[in-house]
């Protein structure tokens, strides 16, 4: 195992310095983005339970869909990505030998053939992960109103008042926005890691 110096060359020294580093500034990000959404989904979970049990086993049940929806989304946008950044590759080096080789017209064609394939991919990629996105967001507002519309249904039987309902929807709406904050890490660490693979399969 190679020993890797803190300085400023030092994710140069070995590939493996270079993955560790990048192993633990994931950690860390993963860390910090999934810690909060945990702690509130706890105190959330407790304050809905304190009211009625079958509402708050709703409310965890139905974060379920958009947690299940993040991984789902994310393991069919590896594809894209893994293309994605492979065609930023061959983009650059083709780009490379077009300004070195002007007057060479098979090259020039390779280089705009593989600019519309880059095109491509980047309008589908952008478009599947917009798509993605307001999926996950339209669900957890759903688990939302999942909750009021329980509450309501049940406002006599356990005596719940409008302040409640007000907690209630402040209960929420924090476990919504801190959820949302996780994702997109979550996203942002799935599409560097495609990045990585395509880099470390390059060099290889």
């Known amino acids: 195992m190679p020993r890797c110096r803190g300085g400023w060359n030092s994710t140069y020294e070995h590939p493996q310095c270079h993955q560790r580093h990048g192993i633990t500034n994931a950690t860390h990000h993963i860390l910090g983005s999934f810690t909060p959404i945990i702690i509130k989904i706890i105190v959330v979970l407790g304050k809905l339970l304190a009211y009625n049990q079958t509402l708050g086993w709703i409310y965890l049940a139905s974060l379920l869909v958009p947690a ?10 590896r594809v894209l990505l893994s293309t994605q950044y492979s065609v930023i590759n061959r983009a650059s080096g083709t780009g490379v030998r077009t300004i070195a080789e002007r007057e060479n017209t098979t ?5 705009l ?6 095109r491509d991919v980047l309008i589908a990629l952008l478009s599947k992960s917009q798509i993605y ?5 339209v669900a957890l507002v759903g688990s ?7 509450a309501l249904a049940m406002r006599e039987r356990l005596g719940l008042t409008p302040g409640d309902f007000t907690k209630i929807v402040g209960y929420t709406a924090p476990v919504a926005v801190a959820f949302i904050t996780a994702a997109t ?4 660490i799935v599409s560097y890691s495609r990045a990585y ?4 399969k390059g060099i290889t």
């Open 185 to 188: 890490v979550l996203d942002a």
């Open 133 to 137: 996105i307001y999926i996950r967001e």
């Open 107 to 111: 090259v020039r064609k390779r280089f």
């Open 144 to 150: 939302q109103f999942i909750v009021v519309f329980m």
């Open 113 to 118: 053939k593989v600019m519309n394939e880059r």
């Open 68 to 77: 299940i929806m993040t991984v789902l989304f994310n393991s069919k946008l």
């Open 197 to 200: 693979y395509v880099f470390a």
